[in-house]
């Protein structure tokens, strides 16, 4: 069949999962082309374009192909295309704009629904300043300010209901770090001291243990604001006595991210430290029972600026950093019951500092952050990880590109997205913030 051709091909789509295209060439020798589902035929038609309803979940591994013929009763078989459906890519939408520019600020789901937003810096002005986001009218207001400005500081949610502000550095004479702590309370509006951290530290974790202690451990520390040091030591924050007290240490000093587990114990993986750039492969387990840290299987890919995120199973999802030469490209997971790390689905962007929101779907959301950390190419894009299948998807991209921003997950499922870089010359205005709609 020389002057006939037949060409099965499937439509690219972002928000929707739109028909399968078949076009057959020629068509002054066309006579019919049939459409088969799984072996069955679906129909004949002597139009060169057919297109397929819209796909759903449910076409996942059918198989479909087209027979063409010309008026000589010539036929030819188009190769068969089988339907894998990775999942229908969600939305971003603008929401309020927030009273100030800013980046390396938190960002904390209140229990009234109601979403903190505290600190950070905008150019090169530290900020005291904190505002709360509400969902229901989309809107930013201020509310009252930290005691002590601060960015790159941690903000944990205590079991109370008020947040726990600790550490962070400002801009002033250096970089100096931050011992000074505070607590802020959603029926006043206010903050106020608590007790402060045995060494100051930014880029440090937090983690909200099961007996409502709060894991600080790792990050960066600079009494002067210009000799740095990457720290293992850890601490606890009693919130009835309001203090801080030294822990166990890590056994490699680091600034990594933490993930409290199902058994009540905590992983760190990778991350890195200042002092010799490389990113680790190591992984640690804190023991709440004892007060240590262990090692743990290792990271296949080292990695600093990684996300994790503790899936519906019970395992550790670990996404983007920047790896030994490059930006990770491969996510792994962390199994607690074998204590060992395995590979799973390649990102469509390699990328670090990113944010990883886990859904109610049970996937999760990556949004933001940049290519190369020399370049700083900033990203707008976001991709979703599907645990049942293992894979990444390329997801719908944000109105604006985020880096340094924060992703909090509402309690109406959607996520806030909101921060960006500020430039340390001309301070950026704020762009509005965005919520992702599953």
């Known amino acids: 069949m020389t002057n006939s051709t037949a060409d099965f091909a499937i439509k690219s789509y972002t928000h929707g999962l739109p028909g399968i295209a078949v076009k057959a060439g020629n068509r002054n020798f066309l006579n019919e082309v049939l459409r088969y589902k799984n072996g069955t035929a679906i129909g004949g038609t002597n139009s060169t374009v057919y297109t397929t309803p819209v796909l759903s979940t449910t076409d996942n591994g059918d198989q479909f192909y087209v027979v063409v013929s010309d008026n000589y009763n010539r036929s030819v078989a188009s190769n068969v295309a089988t339907i894998t459906i990775k999942g229908v890519s969600g939305t971003f939408v603008n929401t309020g704009t927030p009273n100030l520019a800013r980046d390396c600020h938190t960002a904390t789901l209140l229990q009234n629904g109601m979403v903190l937003i505290a600190g950070g810096r905008s150019g090169n002005n530290t900020l005291s300043s904190a505002e709360l986001y509400d969902p229901t009218t989309g ?54 001291a608590a007790g402060p951290l045995g060494t100051g530290r930014y880029s440090h974790s937090a983690t909200l243990l099961a007996d409502g202690l ?99 199973n019970g395992q550790v999802l670990i996404a983007g950093g920047a790896g030994a030469n490059s930006a990770a490209m491969f996510g792994e997971l962390y199994d607690p019951s074998a204590a060992t790390f395995s590979d799973t689905g390649s990102l469509n962007l390699g990328r670090s500092d990113q944010t990883a929101t886990l859904l109610a779907s049970g996937q999760v959301l990556l949004v933001g952050g940049e290519v190369d950390v020399i370049a700083q190419q900033l990203l707008n894009s976001s991709e979703l990880y599907d645990p049942a299948s ?28 909101t921060g960006q870089e500020t430039s340390a010359i001309t301070v950026t205005q704020p762009v509005p913030s965005e919520l992702y709609e599953p």
């Open 214 to 312: 709060v894991l600080v451990a790792g990050g960066v520390n600079s009494n002067n604001g210009y000799n740095f040091v990457t720290l293992a030591s850890a601490e606890l924050y009693d919130p009835v006595a309001g203090t801080f007290s030294y822990t166990g240490s890590l056994n490699t000093a680091r600034s990594a991210p933490a993930t409290l587990l199902n058994n009540r114990k905590v992983l760190v993986a990778g991350g890195g430290s200042i002092g010799t750039g490389a990113p680790f492969g190591s992984a640690e387990i804190y023991d709440p029972t004892v007060e240590t840290f262990s090692y743990t299987g290792s990271l296949i890919t080292a990695r600093s600026g990684n996300s994790q995120t503790l899936l519906q």
């Open 390 to 417: 293992g894979v990444f998807i390329l997801n719908a991209p944000t109105n604006s590109m985020r880096f340094f921003l924060s992703a909090t997950l509402l309690n109406n499922g959607r996520v806030l997205i």
């Open 139 to 192: 809107t930013f207001t201020l509310t009252g300010s930290l005691l002590t400005a601060r960015c790159d500081h941690s903000a944990t949610l205590l079991q109370n209901g008020t947040v726990l502000i600790a550490g962070g550095y400002y801009v002033g004479n250096g970089l100096p770090t931050i011992t000074a702590s505070e607590i802020y309370d959603p029926t006043t509006g206010t903050f106020s």
